[in-house]
């Protein structure tokens, strides 16, 4: 339990949600430090500027909350900028255009890692404790799809199975031929909220393939580009599915089996589970008429207790979510996707952002005032 009064930095977009979500659950009487990674990435000078942002604060106990870079178009041209500045200096903003995710990444990391360094080395020069709800190292752990999910299957963690790296949609048929695995995801290795995700099947007599997706091919003359939709659209056309493919690929695409999901009234669903110290709690039910279940694509919230198995599912999905949890010490917090099956649950995807559960509390607390009671137990 801490005992000298904390300080609260918080490493978010000021103007999101998530960051007021948070606030709102800290105590009255809290001191808190926002740093914005506009400010971030644009001080010239990163461990002066925060030397001078944290030398009030010396010999407290610090907190630290690294929340998402997203939705904010001037942090996202900053971020590319810090890997190719000439590249991105004339980028616009193209809202909701499905490109340069690698590149986002490798400026996310490349920020995270020296922001780590930074605030780690000022905690110890004025011996000041610092904590992470999550570090770093383990937010772009979890970032990285591709690897996570081999980590997670290294220690024996389910989850479904993994395809070699592909190129083209000829290799990809050819694999699942090989697999006898007739339907499959494609994602993209570093993204997020269903962006660059294609759920495909193939008939092994026919050839015919069919995608849903969340991205949409726009046509502009004779060039196409590629957007995330709100709306699940279906390809048939070889030509269009192996078009789009090659845009996943370009962001690092990786293949997983897809593990067909139970229903409820006629709709599917998976979980997302919130574990806080390894510990799963808050969770939410999300069904789905198609492949994708992330909310924001129009899917609705559902009771996995109304299904007739549901109770040991849950459980079942509990225990998996903690198991993927306990290999990874340094997450306060973690969001976990997770199927249910007849025989055992599968971690499809591990979120070191995935606390956004608006409206569901457990033991009486929403997803940040738990957050706030498990940093303060420190």
């Not at 030397?51 to 971020?79: H, T």
């Not at 046509?219 to 269009?240: A, C, I, M, W």
């Not at 694509?297 to 599912?313: C, K, S, T, V, Y």
Request: with cysteine.
């Amino acid at each position: 339990m801490l005992t000298a009064k904390p300080l609260w930095i918080l490493i978010c977009n000021p103007e999101n949600r998530r960051q007021h979500l948070f606030q709102q659950a800290l105590p009255n009487d809290a001191d808190y430090l926002l740093l914005s990674y506009l400010e971030l990435l644009q001080t010239p000078h990163l461990p002066l500027f925060l030397s001078q942002r944290l030398r009030s604060f010396l010999g407290r106990p610090w907190l630290v909350k690294i929340d998402s870079a997203g939705e904010n178009f001037a942090v996202e041209k900053a971020l590319l900028q810090r890997i190719n500045p000439n590249q991105f200096a004339q980028l616009a903003n193209d809202k909701g255009r499905f490109h340069h995710v690698d590149k986002w990444f490798l400026g996310f990391k490349s920020l995270l890692t020296e922001v780590a360094h930074a605030i780690e080395q000022i905690a110890d020069d004025v011996n000041s404790r610092l904590q992470y709800l999550n570090s770093p190292r383990v937010i772009l752990a979890m970032a990285d799809k591709w690897e996570c999910q081999q980590y997670l299957r290294q220690h024996q963690v389910p989850t479904p199975l993994l395809f070699e790296p592909i190129n083209n949609l000829p290799e990809l048929v050819q694999q699942m031929r090989q697999r006898r695995c007739y339907q499959v995801f494609v994602k993209s290795r570093y993204g997020s909220s269903a962006s660059g995700v294609m759920a495909l099947r193939l008939n092994p007599k026919t050839g015919d393939l069919i995608a849903k997706t969340s991205l949409e091919r726009v046509v502009d003359g004779v060039h196409s580009h590629f957007y995330n939709s709100l709306k699940v659209k279906t390809y048939r056309e070889p030509e269009q599915i192996a078009e789009l493919l090659q845009q996943i690929v370009l962001q690092q695409a990786y293949v997983e089996a897809w593990v067909p999901k139970p229903q409820i009234n006629g709709r599917q669903f998976d979980l997302r589970i919130l574990l806080l110290n390894g510990k799963a709690g808050h969770y939410v039910t999300r069904t789905s008429l198609t492949p994708m279940t992330n909310l924001h694509l129009g899917n609705q919230r559902g009771d996995i207790l109304a299904h007739h198995d549901g109770e040991r599912m849950l459980q079942q999905a509990f225990a998996v979510a903690e198991q993927a949890a306990s290999i990874f010490p340094e997450a306060g917090c973690i969001g976990a996707d997770v199927i249910c099956g007849k025989s055992k649950a599968r971690v499809v995807e591990l979120n070191g952002f995935g606390d956004l559960l608006p409206h569901v509390s457990y033991q009486g607390l929403s997803s940040y005032q738990a957050q706030v009671k498990a940093m303060q137990c420190y």
